[in-house]
């Protein structure tokens, strides 16, 4: 299977948080939903995002460790508070679910498990790409620069063993002009 690109792992999650922010919002403001219809499309979004922050996990285990090491920071912000806020998001839904019978606390409660974590996804989002477009600019140029100097030392020490094993040119026999 290979090991997860960087992109598949930081920023495809970023773009994913962003989009369900909106979604869960958009979803929520169609009007002509019932609590239980509202419940539902909240309950399965919520898994949904629960599903894919567990594969963000998962990714992040499995990443190229050549590539980069996740740190605590990248663990919490890329994968368990993501994982914490879909799940939220599914309770809200199941709470909604029950919403017709229920008090009305109940549905409160709800909206505050869906609207919060939804308003989250987009600050995650933000420190995320923060996140990256730091590490693009300061890790990357060094990386960079680690691997030019690699690059060079080796093409030294090649063209060095190069003139060692090298011919010498045959002189072409034209006497040499003592000047």
Same mark, same amino acid.
């Given at each position: 299977?290979?090991?997860?690109?960087?992109?598949?792992?930081?920023?495809?999650?970023?773009?994913?948080?962003?989009?369900?922010?909106?979604?869960?919002?958009?979803?929520?403001?169609?009007?002509?939903?019932?609590?239980?219809?509202?419940?539902?499309?909240?309950?399965?979004?919520?898994?949904?995002?629960?599903?894919?922050? #567990?594969?963000?996990?998962?990714?992040?285990? !499995?990443?190229? &460790? /050549?590539?980069?090491?996740?740190? %605590? *920071?990248?663990?919490?912000?890329?994968?368990?508070?993501?994982?914490?806020?879909?799940?939220?998001?599914?309770?809200?839904?199941?709470?909604?679910?029950?919403?017709?019978?229920?008090?009305?606390?109940?549905?409160?409660?709800?909206?505050?498990?869906?609207?919060?974590?939804?308003?989250?996804?987009?600050?995650?989002?933000?420190?995320?790409?923060?996140? #990256?477009?730091?590490?693009?600019?300061?890790? !990357?140029?060094? &990386? /960079?620069?680690?691997?030019?100097? %690699? *690059?060079?030392?080796?093409?030294?020490?090649?063209?060095?063993?190069?003139?060692?094993?090298?011919?010498?040119?045959?002189?072409?026999?034209?006497?040499?002009?003592?000047?």
């Amino acid at each position: 299977m290979g090991h997860p690109s960087g992109t598949r792992t930081f920023v495809t999650p970023t773009v994913i948080h962003f989009s369900s922010a909106l979604w869960i919002t958009a979803l929520a403001t169609i009007p002509w939903h019932t609590a239980w219809s509202l419940g539902l499309v909240m309950l399965a979004s919520g898994v949904a995002g629960t599903l894919y922050s #567990l594969r963000t996990l998962l990714r992040m285990y !499995r990443m190229d &460790r /050549r590539d980069y090491v996740p740190v %605590a *920071e990248d663990w919490l912000w890329n994968g368990f508070l993501p994982l914490l806020v879909y799940a939220a998001v599914a309770a809200g839904g199941a709470l909604l679910l029950d919403a017709a019978s229920a008090p009305p606390a109940l549905a409160l409660a709800a909206g505050y498990l869906i609207g919060p974590p939804a308003l989250l996804l987009v600050i995650i989002g933000i420190h995320n790409v923060w996140d #990256l477009a730091v590490w693009i600019t300061v890790e !990357r140029p060094e &990386r /960079r620069r680690q691997r030019e100097a %690699a *690059e060079r030392e080796a093409q030294q020490h090649g063209q060095g063993r190069e003139r060692e094993t090298r011919p010498h040119k045959a002189h072409s026999g034209e006497p040499k002009s003592d000047g």
